[in-house]
Structures are given as C-alpha cells and as structure tokens.
C-alpha cells in the first residue's frame, strides 16, 4: 500500500477540487491485536469513505451557491462543511498517527517537550486519556502543539471537528472516540480502548509532526 503524506490535510485532485480517499499506509490487520481488521477495514473503507465523498457533495453546491451569489445557501452548507471535512482531516491524521511498529515511548526533543509540559510522559498519557475518556458522544481526544506559545497541550473536539480549526493547535497525535472507532471490538468499555491504542501510536510521525510545526 502507498502511505500517506506526513500531514494530508484536505488532499485533493483536479481542478474541480474532489477529495480521495487515502490509502492506510498498512493492511487492516497490521494493528491486531489491539485494533482489528474488521474495525479498521470498515473504520476506512466505510466511515471514512463516507466523509469525503458528502464533502466532495456539500462542496459542489458550495461552488454553485457562490458563483450563484447565493449567500443563504453558503451559509447553510457550513455545517456539512465542517463536519465531512472535519472527518477528512482527523481521519488522514489518525491512519499515520498509528503504526504496527508502534508503541513505547517518544524520543528525543519531543519526549523533552512533553516532560517540560507535562512532567513526565506518563503524565501525558493520564491526562489525555482522561480527557478522551470524557468526551461526551463522540469526538476526538488530541495532543497540539500552541504556537503562539511554542508549547504542546490537549484538548478535546466534539464530533469531527478540525483541532486547528477550532482551535488553532496544531494536530500531533488525535485519537478517535467515535463508537464506530472501537465499538465491535471494545463494546462500550472506551477506557480499555484507550489503554490499547497507545501500544500502536506512531512516536515517529508525531515527532515528525512537531519538527514541522515549529518551523
């Protein structure tokens, strides 16, 4: 399979702007036993696939409305807007922030920044688990890095909204909390969940993740 480019925004083709959906950069069962393969085939291949293709939708009319004039009708794609490509991003982030050689610790200047911000990087792990394990419905559980104040912190984001968007924290690592991301697996013990999927976070691409934010 191809990977995925390090941060894959809302990647696009052609000149009529139609989002793809990416490749995993793995097969579906590279993440057992602690994400499995009918999770994650239906996690892409489905959910995933769903939200590019509504955003591809909700952004035709989009273009039609403004060459049109029609401020109304821009005004009422905003939600679907945001929503699908909200999905498009979070999920093209997630798929790299996972590895089957994943696990363990950072290294380097991101595990120094993680101990200056949060003590140690157990206390790290606590605290946003903690967080994601409270998100009310679904949502998304992130790591950030703040720019402004060159310092990385976590926070939540209801439903598929975009970190950086609705926050203005650069994504790092994002951990989906959405039912359908551990539900067959996990039922609704999302703790359990939660403790699981750090055996497969990707520390490399997240350390790649914060180079390129502070440059």
Same mark, same amino acid.
């Given at each position: 399979?191809?990977?995925?480019? $390090?941060?894959?925004?809302?990647?696009?083709?052609?000149?009529?702007?139609?989002?793809?959906?990416?490749? $995993?950069? !793995?097969?579906?069962?590279?993440?057992?036993?602690?994400?499995?393969?009918?999770?994650?085939?239906? #996690?892409?291949?489905? #959910?995933?696939?769903? !939200? *590019?293709?509504? /955003?591809?939708?909700?952004?035709?009319?989009?273009?039609?409305? $403004?060459?049109? %004039? @029609?401020?109304?009708?821009?005004?009422?794609?905003?939600?679907?807007?945001?929503?699908?490509?909200? %999905?498009?991003?979070?999920?093209?982030?997630?798929?790299?922030? /996972?590895?089957?050689? %994943?696990?363990?610790?950072?290294?380097?200047?991101? /595990?120094?920044?993680?101990?200056?911000?949060?003590?140690?990087?157990?206390?790290?792990?606590?605290?946003? &688990? &903690?967080?994601? *394990?409270? *998100?009310? %419905?679904?949502? =998304?559980? =992130?790591?950030?890095?703040?720019?402004?104040?060159?310092?990385? +912190?976590?926070?939540?984001?209801?439903?598929?909204?975009?970190?950086?968007?609705?926050?203005?924290?650069?994504?790092?690592?994002?951990?989906? *909390?959405?039912?359908?991301?551990?539900?067959? +697996?996990?039922?609704?013990?999302?703790? @359990?969940?939660?403790?699981?999927? =750090?055996?497969?976070?990707?520390?490399?691409?997240?350390?790649?993740? !914060?180079?390129?934010?502070?440059?």
């Amino acid at each position: 399979r191809t990977s995925l480019k $390090l941060v894959p925004a809302l990647g696009c083709s052609s000149s009529r702007q139609k989002y793809t959906l990416p490749d $995993l950069p !793995y097969d579906f069962g590279a993440l057992q036993p602690h994400i499995s393969a009918e999770i994650m085939q239906l #996690h892409h291949n489905k #959910h995933h696939a769903a !939200y *590019v293709n509504n /955003l591809n939708i909700a952004e035709e009319k989009y273009a039609e409305a $403004l060459a049109k %004039g @029609d401020v109304t009708t821009q005004i009422s794609l905003q939600p679907a807007l945001k929503f699908n490509g909200g %999905g498009h991003i979070n999920h093209s982030i997630f798929w790299t922030n /996972l590895s089957p050689n %994943g696990g363990g610790e950072p290294q380097g200047e991101l /595990l120094e920044a993680i101990k200056r911000d949060f003590g140690s990087f157990e206390k790290l792990k606590d605290k946003l &688990t &903690t967080m994601s *394990v409270a *998100v009310q %419905g679904s949502g =998304w559980g =992130w790591l950030g890095y703040n720019k402004e104040s060159s310092r990385l +912190q976590v926070a939540a984001c209801a439903n598929q909204d975009p970190l950086q968007g609705t926050t203005g924290l650069i994504p790092l690592v994002g951990i989906d *909390v959405w039912e359908h991301a551990y539900y067959l +697996q996990y039922k609704n013990v999302r703790p @359990d969940y939660l403790k699981a999927i =750090w055996n497969v976070i990707n520390w490399q691409n997240v350390s790649e993740r !914060y180079q390129a934010c502070k440059k």
